[in-house]
């Protein structure tokens, strides 16, 4: 079995979406282990805050197979893929790690990991002990120096739990 994470955002009726996101990944993965929920602005354009979830799974799946369904999930929801890259979402499932695979095409690991505090803080409270395969390091190092570099205080971010 492999180890997977993901990252769900949305900034368009967000609790919604993310929960439909998560009852479809939970129909095609096992050993489903859910983040925290983060609130987060919009990268890259004016827009509604995103909530982000980071989501770790099992599967013996390939990763061609598992990036397949992802983009089922967010077409069944409703995702414009004519829409520019950083423009708002209904649903965004990205595939972050897929074990220790190293896969410049396929973007794994995903190289937002190192840029965005929305994909490494969900990453590292799931997997502190992790170690990032091209950097060698923990996520929570690597979340540990992205707060340093950035003085990122992710309590104003983090808004807990999906469900309340």
Known sequence: MSLLHFNIG???DRRKNIRLALDSLESNFTEITI?????SPSEGFVGSKFYNIG?????DKNIND???ILHDIENTLGRDRNLPKFSSRIIDLDLVLYDDVIDD???IPRRDILKYAFVLAPLAELNPNGIHPQERI???DLWKEFQ??????????N???LFD
């Not at 340093?148 to 104003?156: A, C, I, M, T, V």
Request: zero cysteines; a negative charge; glycine letters at 0%.
């Open 35 to 39: 983040s925290s929920l983060f609130e």
């Open 55 to 59: 989501v770790n799974v099992e599967t």
């Open 66 to 68: 598992v990036v397949n």
């Open 148 to 157: 340093s570099s950035k003085e990122f205080d992710l309590n104003q971010y």
């Open 10 to 12: 949305s900034n368009q």
């Open 138 to 140: 923990s996520y929570l």
């Open 159 to 161: 808004i807990d739990k």
């Open 105 to 107: 095409k396929l973007n």
